[in-house]
């Protein structure tokens, strides 16, 4: 057996710890180092493959890419915002002069808005939702997933082709 310190070529060499690195030593080389001892789990037994596994696990885990946009959420507008608006006008008995005057906007504003041709800026939809008491705002799932009924399943171009039926 070849000392990994001297490297005489010895009969016999011995486990020693030196500066923290475990080296197969020489009679004469030992006194360099520390008694080597296995490292123990807490039964008492030596330590198997699985610690290294788990340690090569938690690092493939460290090293894996996050995708940022996973499990955020967005505040958007709903997709018939115009139709609520006017619905809720109505309701309220107002025409569209009486209501522009009463939050402060211009009725051709309004009238865009209404037949959906303008999407409104958050500080007017808070306007027209406290006047009119609605919701306008929605919370959106973002991250690729579409929400269908009650399961959910991955975007395809499906979601977003409309088949023309002959």
């Given amino acids: 057996m070849i000392c990994e310190m001297c490297g005489k070529d010895v009969p016999s060499t011995r486990a020693m710890m030196v500066e923290g690195t475990k080296l197969n030593l020489c009679p004469s080389c030992m006194k360099f180092g520390d008694e080597y001892k296995a490292p123990r789990d807490d039964t008492g037994a030596p330590t198997s493959n699985a610690v290294i596994q788990q340690r090569l696990e938690r690092r493939e885990r460290r090293m894996q ?22 619905k809720a006008r109505m309701k309220k008995g107002m025409d569209m002069d009486e209501f522009a005057k009463s939050i402060s906007e211009k009725k051709g504003t309004l009238v865009k808005i209404e037949s959906q041709n303008l999407i409104p800026d958050d500080k007017l939809v808070a306007k027209l939702e406290k006047a009119l008491n609605i919701k306008l705002k929605e919370t959106v799932q973002s991250g690729g997933q579409v929400s269908g009924g009650a399961k959910s399943q991955t975007m395809t171009l499906g979601n977003f082709i409309k088949v023309e039926k002959e």
């Fill in 65 to 86: 890419t996050k995708d940022i946009y996973a499990g955020t959420a967005s505040v958007e507008i709903v997709d018939n915002y115009g139709e609520i608006i006017r």
